[in-house]
């Protein structure tokens, strides 16, 4: 809450002993700055007569010295004005290095999980979201306050090694291996997958079995499976930490399921010993979900003794109780994953653990088809792979920036920037919709928009880093109100999208601020042109506060600016 919102606050409890923060929006300019529904509430919770309420605030609001209007529309919303200086002194009240930043979350511990691939194939758009949103959140929760853990849950366990094994000593070469590594090692699997697909319709097993067979022979430590298990996860690996390079992601810990499978059978066993679970005749082993109305349970043992993802994910959570003790674990995974998780998650209620698991999904990312319909987004190849469309930004990049001089570093600014503020475009719920054209629109809701909006911002102060600072207490900041009341609803936009788990609200925000700053040059000369030193001063002022909100704000996404574009 900030002042304005503070000295509403203690008007109320003046007037009315009633205690209640109040939320302020920003009513058409017509009317005012701010505007307040707290009469209507305090009303309704009084049994008073709203209109009544309302006047009887207002008289008081109007004492004070920071509105220069205060009125009253409809049935009791409170519309409030404050001049630019007011404005200005509350902004410099709550200015400083971690402005929008608080620490609501001190003393609280939250896990986020992302993006956790899976070894077997290359990085594919699919892991685009979680580890984007993923990101995103870690920033928000630590600007919050909140202890961050980021954590890789990768999938690098289980029959995967052996379809690998089987269709490399089938399907390729060392010298094929050497050349194209993890993209030849997602060749050979995809072609597995699909024959071992084909020999079951046959009635065959000749592969399957040689698939077991050398997990089998992994399990039981043999020298040329481990040697061939570690070749193929370091090159896996190798090729996930590049793609979370270019990502410009990481995460403080990488516990895979690997990790977890040697905790599965204590997990089961806990779950068996506290009557949570219940084991069938044929031997395996499940939990049923009934009283949290499932009418599937959730099989955590197979009736030959093997683990599970589930398996896995309870292990997991244990884990990360007995050493994190979190209040809170976020997995940042696909939508198509929502059912296990609210079983997942009603398993560990019912075996007693309270911490907060929360399932943050996403919709998918779609593109435009050639004829205009709309589908999931795919190559002719099939999935669209990390790198291919990363390349691919790189190159739009380019194009943007045209023949101006722009460095490699900077076009890869642009690139992500554009990929990721596309990802924050709407609601994480819904699908996205990726079409190059938009997202890399110089004058759309785009990242590279925002990007060059700040750019603009920060050539100004660059090129005008000698003024000498002027007197600014003459000016009266009017040209600059709608920036600086954008700019005081900074810290506002950064708890509630920490608070709501959705970091697509701060990506709304700072395509405002740069709307608003755009309206703001067309009118207003800052530093070049008819001004004179106190207004370039004071100007020059407001425009380093808005260099540093849309530095942070990107910074929260994961975004950074260019020094040229
Ligand atoms: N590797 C999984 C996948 O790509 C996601 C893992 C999600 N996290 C978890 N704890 N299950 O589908």
């Known amino acids: 809450m900030n002042n304005i919102a503070q000295i509403i606050k203690q008007v109320l409890f003046d007037v009315f002993a009633v205690d209640h923060d109040i939320h302020l929006s920003r009513p058409d300019e017509q009317f005012g700055d701010y505007a307040t529904n707290i009469a209507l509430q305090v009303a309704k919770s009084l049994g008073k007569n709203p209109r009544e309420v309302a006047e009887s605030l207002a008289a008081k609001l109007r004492e004070t010295t920071i509105f220069t209007?205060?009125?009253?529309?409809?049935?009791?919303?409170?519309?409030?004005?404050?001049?630019?200086?007011?404005?200005?002194r509350e902004l410099e009240q709550?200015?400083?290095?971690?402005?929008?930043?608080?620490?609501?979350?001190?003393?609280?511990?939250?896990?986020?999980?992302?993006?956790s691939p899976n070894m077997a194939k290359p990085y594919s758009v699919g892991h685009l979201r979680p580890g984007n949103?993923?990101?995103?959140?870690?920033?928000?929760?630590?600007?919050?306050?909140?202890?961050?853990?980021?954590?890789?849950?990768?999938?690098?366990?289980?029959?995967?090694?052996?379809?690998?094994?089987?269709?490399?000593?089938?399907?390729?070469?060392?010298?094929?291996?050497?050349?194209?590594?993890?993209?030849?090692?997602?060749?050979?699997?995809?072609?597995?997958?699909?024959?071992?697909?084909?020999?079951?319709?046959?009635?065959e097993s000749v592969l399957a079995d040689e698939v077991q067979q050398w997990l089998i022979k992994l399990e039981n430590g043999d020298e040329q499976a481990k040697s061939f298990s570690e070749r193929f996860n370091r090159i896996s690996l190798a090729h996930i930490h590049t793609v979370m390079n270019r990502l410009k992601i990481s995460t403080d810990y990488e516990l895979g399921e690997a990790f977890f499978a040697p905790y599965g059978k204590a997990a089961v066993q806990k779950l068996l010993e506290t009557g949570v679970a219940v084991q069938n005749d044929d031997g395996s082993i499940i939990v049923p979900l009934d009283d949290y109305g499932f009418d599937v349970p959730l099989l955590v043992q197979k009736s030959n003794g093997a683990a599970l993802y589930a398996t896995s994910d309870l292990a997991t959570i244990l884990y990360r109780e007995e050493h994190?003790?979190?209040?809170?674990?976020?997995?940042?995974?696909?939508?198509?994953?929502?059912?296990?998780?609210?079983?997942?998650?009603?398993?560990?209620?019912?075996?007693?653990?309270t911490t907060d698991l929360y399932h943050l999904w996403f919709g998918f990312i779609d593109q435009l088809n050639d004829d205009g319909t709309r589908a999931?987004?795919?190559?002719?190849?099939?999935?669209?792979?990390?790198?291919e469309l990363l390349d691919k930004a790189e190159q739009r990049a380019r194009s943007v920036v045209a023949e101006r001089d722009v460095s490699d570093e900077d076009i890869k600014k642009i690139a992500l920037g554009a990929i990721k503020f596309s990802d924050f475009s709407a609601d994480r719920r819904t699908n996205i919709l990726f079409d190059w054209d938009s997202i890399f629109a110089l004058t759309g809701y785009s990242g590279p928009y925002i990007q060059y909006a700040a750019v603009r911002v920060n050539k100004i102060l660059g090129d005008n880093i000698d003024t000498e600072p002027a007197e600014t207490?003459?000016?009266?900041?009017?040209?600059?109100?709608?920036?600086?009341?954008?700019?005081?609803?900074?810290?506002?936009?950064?708890?509630?999208?920490?608070?709501s788990i959705e970091p697509h609200k701060v990506a709304t925000y700072l395509h405002e601020l740069a709307r608003e700053m755009n309206r703001y040059y067309e009118s207003t000369p800052v530093a070049m042109g008819d001004v004179t030193v106190t207004q370039k001063w004071a100007r020059l002022g407001v425009l380093k506060k808005v260099s540093h909100v849309f530095t942070h704000?990107?910074?929260?996404?994961?975004?950074?600016?260019?020094?040229?574009?």
Request: proline letters at 3%; glycine letters at 10%; charged letters at 25%.
């Open 553 to 565: 704000g990107l910074d929260l996404l994961g975004i950074e600016i260019p020094s040229r574009m």
């Open 94 to 115: 709550q200015w400083g290095d971690r402005f929008g930043e608080n620490q609501s979350g001190a003393g609280k511990t939250v896990v986020v999980e992302y993006p």
């Open 324 to 353: 994190w003790h979190p209040d809170k674990v976020i997995y940042c995974v696909g939508a198509e994953q929502q059912f296990y998780f609210t079983q997942l998650f009603a398993m560990a209620k019912k075996l007693g653990i």
């Open 69 to 88: 209007d205060v009125n009253i529309a409809g049935p009791g919303f409170i519309n409030l004005r404050v001049s630019a200086t007011s404005l200005v």
């Open 133 to 203: 949103q993923g990101w995103a959140v870690k920033r928000l929760m630590e600007a919050t306050g909140w202890k961050v853990i980021t954590d890789n849950h990768l999938g690098d366990y289980g029959a995967p090694f052996g379809v690998w094994v089987t269709g490399f000593l089938k399907l390729s070469s060392e010298a094929a291996l050497e050349r194209d590594g993890v993209y030849e090692l997602g060749r050979v699997y995809i072609a597995t997958k699909q024959a071992l697909k084909e020999e079951k319709e046959r009635g």
């Open 473 to 499: 207490s003459e000016y009266d900041y009017e040209a600059e109100k709608a920036v600086l009341a954008k700019l005081l609803g900074y810290p506002e936009v950064v708890t509630l999208a920490a608070t």
């Open 376 to 387: 999931k987004m795919s190559s002719r190849k099939g999935v669209i792979l990390m790198e």
